[in-house]
């Protein structure tokens, strides 16, 4: 009697790293071809890697997602909000998405002639410190442009 090839189902952990490699493949094809905007794509990747932390094994895993990771935190996220004054004077509210800081920047002419930081104490009163300002300029009759 010959011996027959037996199928087994693959393992939990075969599984596991099997879908996560799958997740992280989609993450930087998607991003690769327009499909999720940087923010989407580090958000992807840190809601993965949160996921699977210590059920992946693999270094190669490891390897791979720090490098789309590396390329994910080269650019920052950004929210600005631009106005125009009746002078004609350009102001500038931005607030980088992660930090407690906003910035007030003035230009006249194209040249920075004042900035202000304001702190705040976590990142939702920044978000919140900033729609709040914009909406001040507004009420001070600048244009937004």
Do not use: C
């Amino acid at each position: 009697m010959s011996k027959q090839w037996e199928w087994a189902p693959p393992t939990l952990q075969e599984e596991i790293e099997r879908k996560s490699f799958e997740a992280l493949d989609w993450l930087i094809t998607s991003a690769a071809l327009g499909k999720l905007s940087d923010a989407q794509f580090s958000t992807g990747l840190d809601t993965l890697f949160m996921a699977v932390n210590g059920l992946v094994r693999g270094q190669a895993f490891l390897d791979l997602m720090s490098a789309a990771q590396s390329e994910a935190d080269a650019g920052s996220v950004n929210e600005r909000r631009v106005f125009m004054r009746k002078d004609g004077q350009v102001v500038v509210l931005a607030w980088e998405v992660g930090s407690m800081r906003v910035t007030v920047s003035m230009y006249r002419e194209a040249a920075l002639v004042a900035q202000r930081h304001f702190d705040f104490d976590s990142y939702a009163e920044a978000k919140s410190g900033l729609q709040a300002r914009a909406q001040a300029f507004i009420k001070m009759g600048l244009t937004e442009i």
